[in-house]
């Protein structure tokens, strides 16, 4: 079992290497991001599942905050299923996203949008030879992020990453599409500072509710953080915007409640201001922020990489993927091997 459990913690530990080589690898395709966003537009649609729809919802904030333009996100099986709420004619550009590229709504909502608008979608993948990278001649690829475990780690965030170098081209802005890789390095201090915070967090049993709060481009982060806590270690697991929390879902905080907060740098001050009324409901309250200056917390993760969060945020995730692997190990499961979950999900 100790081999198998390896793995999951190599493929979140490697993720600074992987991050280098996938802006290596786009470095020659920057010509597909051009020809698919000079196709006419009046819009972005962001598709995927589960960890990949989580990874769109964030796509698309980073994509409205660079180049100005109207972005959003769906579940591919509504795009699917409900393609009349998705786009209309031609005047929407798809980018799909799918670690395998071979998950079945995904491929079937692509379908869908070739033969109703004729355009050419943009694919993101860590597969350049399956189905859905070989349904369309715009594809970015993140091979050296693939995975042998079933839950999604350094994929996500290098997908996100080809997300991001993407915007970067389309807003032409050159500059931040180099600051992106500067987060390598920054992802070795991260490790070497805050892993054994997230074993101790996540070996602490007095906690049994984990929350995950983000607002704007790290609402999307909060909910991946969510479904890693939940698909690895079964553990009560819930995402919300940092505001919209104390709208009801905050009845469920007391002594036993891990709070996770994901600030970002527009919001933070009235963020901060959540997470002090959280503590006095008795909560644990974790965050992570690029400057902790000033954060009413009971544990801090200082990501310190001086990137504003368009850039910075692949960087929020790989302590929070250690939390929910170490309390998987706590709860006596194996990462690996996640209950009634398959590395690909087809109809």
């Not at 470095?27 to 990874?55: K, M």
Request: net charge negative; glycine share 6%; proline share 4%.
């Amino acid at each position: 079992m100790s081999t198998v459990v390896r793995q999951t913690y190599e493929e979140i530990n490697s993720q600074g290497q992987v991050w280098q080589a996938t802006l290596a690898g786009f470095a020659g395709r920057q010509d597909v991001v051009q020809e698919w966003h000079t196709q006419p537009h009046n819009d972005i649609l962001f598709t995927g599942c589960g960890s990949t729809y989580y990874l769109s919802l964030s796509a698309a904030a980073i994509w409205r905050s660079l180049t100005g333009e109207m972005a959003r996100a769906m579940p591919a099986s509504e795009v699917w299923l409900f393609p009349e709420m998705a786009f209309r004619g031609g005047s929407t550009l798809l980018a799909a996203v799918s670690r395998s590229a071979e998950t079945s709504e995904t491929i079937r909502a692509a379908q869908v949008y070739h033969a109703q608008t004729n355009y050419d979608f943009l694919s993101l993948t860590c597969y350049a030879d399956r189905g859905l990278a070989l349904q369309t001649p715009l594809t970015l690829v993140a091979d050296q992020a693939m995975e042998q475990s079933v839950v999604q780690t350094r994929a996500f965030t290098s997908l996100l990453l080809l997300a991001q170098a993407a915007a970067a081209i389309a807003a032409e802005q050159p500059e931040n599409l180099a600051r992106l890789g500067t987060l390598a390095l920054a992802f070795d201090r991260l490790i070497r500072d805050y892993e054994p915070l997230a074993k101790r967090l996540a070996q602490n049993q007095q906690l049994q509710r984990f929350v995950f709060l983000g607002s704007g481009i790290q609402y999307g982060l909060a909910c991946e953080a969510m479904l890693k806590m939940k698909e690895t270690s079964l553990s009560s697991s819930e995402a919300f915007h940092f505001l919209e929390f104390r709208h009801g879902p905050v009845s469920v905080v007391g002594p036993g409640t891990l709070i996770v907060g994901l600030l970002s740098n527009p919001a933070r001050y009235y963020e901060n201001q959540v997470l002090q009324e959280l503590r006095q409901m008795g909560a644990t309250v974790l965050a992570l922020a690029d400057d902790c200056h000033g954060v009413s917390a009971d544990e801090l993760i200082e990501l310190g990489s001086g990137l504003p969060d368009v850039l910075r945020a692949p960087l929020e995730l790989p302590i929070l993927q250690l939390l929910a692997y170490y309390r998987a190990l706590e709860n006596g499961l194996n990462p690996d091997e996640p209950k009634n979950l398959m590395a690909v999900v087809r109809l």
